[in-house]
């Protein structure tokens, strides 16, 4: 039995890293026994490109060379029968599934998927390659062999249809498909809470291959009720961007706790599973519509951007992770960006690599020798042991073959496939199998702990792994030219890095009314009305969502289809075919109905603009395009006779044909047609046993009399009004038509459904309008001895509504409902005269509706939080800012009011939390959903913003902005509050990009016609402060060292000018910024106001957390008020994961006032200084408070000396924190650096042993 000489180093040789020469390469990887060119019995060798043959006697293969086979033939004979013998001697006759290995019988779904791929490839290659008519016979026989498998895992998961039912609306855990099924019977082999099943990246390379497999003409799937299934699979894993699950390796958090994370190889895998169904016909070129898969665009886009904000970080418990390749590279090529493909695949080399194969993450303990195979859990502290003991696996150098394959890269190929050969295990025959891992002899730990990668290790687990197996076996056939890159890759996945062509957004401008259109045509600018433009009918977003949600139905096996979900602007950018009928949608962000954002003018001009351009970026669609953009009646002023200058100005550069950094195509949305992406919605067709749902019965009465249609390039005329009637020439259709849409949830029905009938609405309760009478009699509401009551001293809410009926302010109105709303209600029944059935929230609706015509935001919001509306996209942008390593805090400190999220949740249990965490008030309620989607809205358009941030605390951000509301107001805390909540949606999102970008800026009152008080946030010029001050805590880099601010303190000397030459060492600051002299801050209130700013945005220098990590490692922790953060936290995880930046945060968070937590954060930050200077282990608990409260002693005594009183030396009653020092720069003579200098040395001198610090 021939056998490699030993092991060979790992190779460095991939894109972008350092190259070897041939020579170099052939010295770093030992020869095998028996000469250079000499091939084992039944093998080949390749010299130069030319397949060499060499037979030696008693090896069997006389009889092929007299049948005259060629090279190519007998080399593809020896694959089969590798495969024959590694692979499909393992698959079961009945079932077509393959068994983990021969003693474990459970078939897992990622491994049968992978595993069956040489067997694809095989079979591709016999068909190309055919010498023979057998040779077509076994390609055939191989295709079937696939299929087999294919349809038995299909099988597995249909016999589980329920659980995707479930899962589409909780998103549980519990619900999920099963990772593994019996390999004979296909049901399911554990528990639901027995093993982590939500593995997204599974079921979605599954659907991958379903795709792939399809293209390459393979049929699959055979009937239409298995199109309905793989379409509800599409469902399951769509929302993968919001989706805690176990990922790749089954184990979710690296603890092995059963935690499930966030994890970029389930997102990414996803992603490309989505992107290649999308449009795709499982039934092949025999197919009809009804066969063909439909995929949300904007499902996709949001995958990808949850992917690229992840990558090259796998999950947070995650620094990097290997399975990664499998996402930039083959099979899912699902990044688009080539410098973060190459990136993540350096920080995998450098960090993963070894001599055997790549190791999976870092400290895993799979089968490390020290691992307890009875526990299923690790301990917290157990991690660190599996340091540099992590096995290597030679499955992931498939991986890097593959990708040099795709890239071109001949020498990164010829390097991982020498090594890789270098790691096989030979039997005879010729069979070179592939090992699960190489593990550390247990008698040779010690030796790798002291001298990591250099002991010889033996191969443990799985042989074959049949899944590295079979991609050995697939990259080989490719690499010798039985197969083209492209063949195992038939839908051309391999092409997203490409740079796509720039995409021109055509911008459709629809008017409501004829009014509109004669006040745009005043401004030169002409539009079509809807009843213009047929035959194409003009529908809200809301609606598509509702056809979306027919998709993939099935009564007979209990599939519900879509759940009805936000549809993004991708989705809405279409032209869509139902029932030969041609439908536009309007944007979500013009719908008034569900959220009150789309009642600001200025903030749909805002996402207006930032929809064009993630248009521009993101679009990838055959066709351009097309924005259908109405101008209501809400867009004018000076009643309805002129047009909002936001709106107009951004009409004449949509005109103009750039806007917000796209390029833009303004016309008549009948001349845009042509150039239109359109898409044919099949399964909205009528068939014979149709479901007559609420949307059926809309529709049918929409499209029941059908026009006749003109040319598609004709622009409508006046004629063309009968038309648009024809679906309800009747008042009664019409009428009922109205009702239906109402039942729908349209908004603004007289928009879509033109007829003169449909200008009121169907409940008025005819309150009292406004009157401008001053000499009206004032009447508050609140006022307990003005109230009715019954006989029984009960509030008397039936003569509450008579006096809301009468009542004139819309201020007194809102808040006689309000009464009538907490005593009885928002379901409570008024017993309306003309309105038997109307209740309290159909008055709070009215009066919503009067609010925001009135533009009164305080009241918009006030009877939001009453109404509980929602935003729709709340989810999604959770989602966003979490997926950018941003944790979220909800409600207001201290725990357990404040809620912390820090994982994605499903959107009626996040709404529920943040309503519980808001402890009743509304407004705290809907100000946390503004305020979350404004910074998911930064997150994506601008992410610098939130650099050295990690924990963003929502309820002290919005206290925040109370507060600076109260100080540019110059006004009292509770007037502050009003003010917050009377400010327009765009202003309240500009005063948030102030407070987190550190822009000066002011508050302008101004009084308009109705004598309301408006409020708008300015840029102002800021004088005193430059750009690099106003950045707050990163001030301190500069800051820290000034001339003048360290002075010597009796035996601490030693100890302090170490913290001062570390503070250089370190790059916080150069040594060129040591003559910047004192800096002498006289703006009172400034960096008080920063503090407290900085603190509420949890605010951090760059790399202070791995500081603090490096810290933890020199003492037995850090405590703050009690609360320790221990040293054994290093143990468990390494600096540069999010859970140990979480662990940071959970410490600091203790500290409920910002300007106090973030004079810790620079005690730390000097207490970190300590890393860079030799000293030896503190064998105790560090206090940081005590050393900020040293610091501060020191700086009132210095203060008091120099003639201070007791006023200037005002204590937070909180914190015994002199004001004055939270009001001090960092630098100059009285800066907080000084006295936090000074205090660090004195503190820490007490724990130096008695010879001092050796530093010095």
Known sequence: QDRWAGPGRAPTGAAGSSQLGASEVSNRWPRRRGGEGKAVSGCSARCKGIAVRIVEPGSGCSALMMRGRSNSGVRLDYYARLVSNTILCHQNSVTGLLPATADQQNAWVRDNVYSILAVWGLGMAYRKNADRDEDKAKAYELEQSVVKLMRGLLHCMMKQMIKVEHFKKSLSTKDALHAKYDNATCDTVVDDDKWGHLQIDATSLYLLYIAQMTASGLHIIFTLDEVNFIQNLVFYIEVAYKVADYGMWERGDKTNRGIPELNASSVGMAKAALEALDELNLFGANGGPKSVIHVMADEVQLCQFILQSMLPRASPSKEIDAGLLSVISFPAFAVEDVELVELTKQEIITKLQGRYGCCRFLRDGYKTPIEDPTRLHYENAELKLFENLECEWPLFWTYMILDGLFNKNQQQVEEYREALH????????????????????????????????????????????????????????????????????????????????????????????????????????????????????????????????????????????????????????????????????????????????????????????????????????????????????????????????????????????????????????????????????????????????????????????????????????????????????????????????????????????????????????????????????????????????????????KALMELLKKCSSLEEQVEIIHLIYVTKGIDWNIEHDEYPEMTVHDVLMELYTKAGTEQNWGLIRYISGMLHKKVEELDEACTTLLSNQKHLTIGLPPEPRERTITAPLPYDELTKLIEEASDNDHSLFILTQEVMVYLAMYARTEPNLFAEMFRLRIGLIIQVMATEMTNCLKCSGKSGTQSLMSVKPSDLKTLLHHILSGKEFSVEENIDQSTRTMISIRDVDHTGATKSERAGISKLKVEMMQSGTFKTIGESDGLHEALKQSLISSELISSDELDLGDFVDVRHGQWLRRRRIDGALNRVPIGFYQRVWRMLQKCKGLSIENYVLHSSTTEEMTPGEIKFAVQVETFLNCVPQPEYRQLLVETILVLTMLVDIDLQYISRTIHIEHIAQMANSLFMEEQTALGADDEMLEKDPATGICSLLYDSAPSGRFGTMTYLLKATAIYIEDFLPEEGCQVQ
């Open 422 to 797: 270098a790691v096989l295990v030979l039997r005879p025959g010729g069979i070179h199998l592939v090992p699960e891992l190489y593990a550390v002899p247990a008698e040779k730990m010690t030796e790798e702990y002291q001298n990591p990668h250099t002991v010889q290790r033996v191969n443990m687990g799985k042989l074959p792994h049949m899944w590295g197996q079979s991609l050995y076996i697939l990259g080989s056939l490719v690499a010798e030219g039985f197969l083209a890159a492209g063949e195992i890759d038939p839908l051309n996945r391999r092409f997203s890095t490409i740079p796509r062509p720039d995409v021109v957004v055509q911008v459709a401008i629809i008017a409501e009314s004829e009014k509109i259109k004669k006040v745009l045509e005043k401004h030169g600018i002409n539009v079509e009305t809807v009843s213009e433009i047929m035959p194409i009918r003009v529908q809200p977003a809301r609606v598509l969502s509702r056809i979306y949600a027919r998709l993939g139905c099935n009564k007979r096996m209990a599939l519900s289809g879509r759940p009805y979900r936000h549809m993004g602007i991708l989705g809405t950018s279409k032209l869509y075919l139902v029932r030969d009928e041609i439908f536009a949608f309007t944007p979500q962000f013009v719908d008034q109905q569900q959220f009150y954002l789309a009642l600001d003018n200025r903030m749909i001009v805002d996402m207006l603009r930032t929809e064009l351009s993630f248009l521009c970026r993101c679009w990838r669609k055959t066709g351009r395009p097309t924005v259908t953009f109405p101008i209501l009646q809400s867009m004018l002023i000076d009643d309805g006779t002129s047009l909002d200058p936001y709106v107009l100005s951004t009409l004449r550069k949509l005109q103009d044909g750039y806007f917000g950094g796209a390029r833009v195509h303004a016309a008549n949305l009948s001349t845009l047609l042509v150039t239109s992406c359109c898409t044919r919605l099949s399964f909205m067709d009528l068939g014979p046993e149709e479901h007559r749902d609420d949307l059926t019965v809309y529709l049918n009465k929409l499209l029941a009399k059908k026009a006749t249609k003109p040319a598609l390039l004709s622009s409508g005329k006046k004629a063309s009004l009968h038309r648009f009637r024809a679906a309800a020439h009747a008042t009664r259709d019409v009428v009922s038509l109205a009702q239906k849409a109402k039942e729908l949830g349209i908004q603004n029905i007289s928009f879509y459904l033109r007829n003169s009938l449909l200008t009121e609405s169907s409940y008025k309760l005819n309150i009292a309008t406004p009157s401008s009478n001053l000499d009206a009699p004032e009447f508050s509401a609140m006022n307990a001895k003005d109230l009715p009551t019954d006989k029984s001293g009960e509030l008397d809410c």
